[in-house]
């Protein structure tokens, strides 16, 4: 791994760029960049400013997902195609506290944070992140739409815990808090379906302003981010992840910011 750079907002378009939309002032509407390091979540965040982010969307690897997968409800996860080792490492629940205090500090005042996280995972992580200054509002369910695996009550839906820094008022008041987006099948390991994050992106941010997921995965909130006019900011230590993120994400046609390095934090941009 090598330095990787914290996130500055782009201040150059690529030279050969295609031609932006107008926006309704008659001036291009401004690109949306990214920026994806192969780092350690906890040390990436280490390595932002602090009052620099918009929104933060995650997904960590949480311990329990390893049981489920011990006893055979997630089998799928055993061969991921992104994977060479089968598997990614978990995140240790004793890592929650410094990881949502990193959150809280990066994040700007008003903003909002969503973990997705299962029912055992809620337990350990809403008394963590409120110890680090979140206010706790309530876990929304996304719903699968189709039935999974299990043995007790088949799964079907998985939390998404909703915390607030300061004060923020949704997009849409009227967005119930059950969300429906059908599970994705086939993808990376826990991929999650875009259109599902893209309703957190719209009702806590809005174009232009920093969206950032410390375990990017697929990259799916980024991908999400940037259909929105959002900038991303992410990392994975995994190097598949990077790739497919990396792949995703060009292929929506907008430039990566490069950079010098500047973090304190070790990890790769691309
Ligand atoms: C549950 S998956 C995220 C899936 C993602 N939301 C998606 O839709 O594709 C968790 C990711 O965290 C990564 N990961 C594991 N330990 C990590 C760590 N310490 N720091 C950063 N990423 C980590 C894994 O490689 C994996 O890609």
Not at 109 to 131: G, I, N, S, W
Not at 170 to 178: I, K, M, N, Q, S
Not at 179 to 204: C, D, F, M, N
Not at 223 to 244: M, Q, S
Request: aromatic share 10%.
């Amino acid at each position: 791994m090598h330095d990787a750079s914290v996130y500055q907002p782009p201040l150059f378009s690529e030279p050969h760029a295609p031609p932006r939309p107008m926006s309704p002032a008659g001036a291009p509407a401004p690109r949306p960049s990214y920026q994806l390091s192969q780092a350690d979540a906890l040390h990436w965040l280490q390595g932002l400013p602090s009052d620099s982010v918009d929104l933060i969307v995650t997904d960590p690897p949480y311990e329990s997902l390893e049981k489920h997968r011990a006893v055979g409800t997630t089998t799928r996860l055993k061969r991921s195609r992104a994977s060479s080792n089968d598997w990614f490492p978990v995140f240790p629940n004793a890592r929650f506290p410094e990881l949502f205090r990193e959150a809280y500090r990066v994040l700007k005042r008003d903003r909002h944070f969503y973990l997705f996280c299962d029912q055992e995972t809620l337990f350990v992580a809403k008394p963590a992140a409120e110890a680090a200054g979140f206010k706790f509002w309530k876990p929304l369910v996304w719903d699968k739409l189709k039935l999974g695996m299990g043995y007790h009550y088949r799964a079907r839906y998985e939390f998404i815990l909703f915390f607030e820094k300061g004060k923020r008022r949704l997009a849409d008041l009227g967005v119930p808090d059950v969300l429906q987006a059908a599970r994705i099948r086939g993808g990376y390991p826990t991929e999650k379906p875009v259109e599902l994050i893209e309703q957190l992106i719209t009702q806590s941010s809005e174009p232009e302003q920093l969206v950032v997921d410390p375990f990017f995965g697929s990259g799916a909130v980024g991908v999400a981010a940037l259909k929105h006019g959002r900038h991303f900011a992410g990392a994975d230590v995994a190097e598949p992840a990077l790739e497919l993120a990396r792949a995703r994400l060009a292929a929506l046609g907008e430039p990566p910011r490069r950079g010098p390095a500047r973090g304190r934090h070790s990890g790769r941009d691309r």
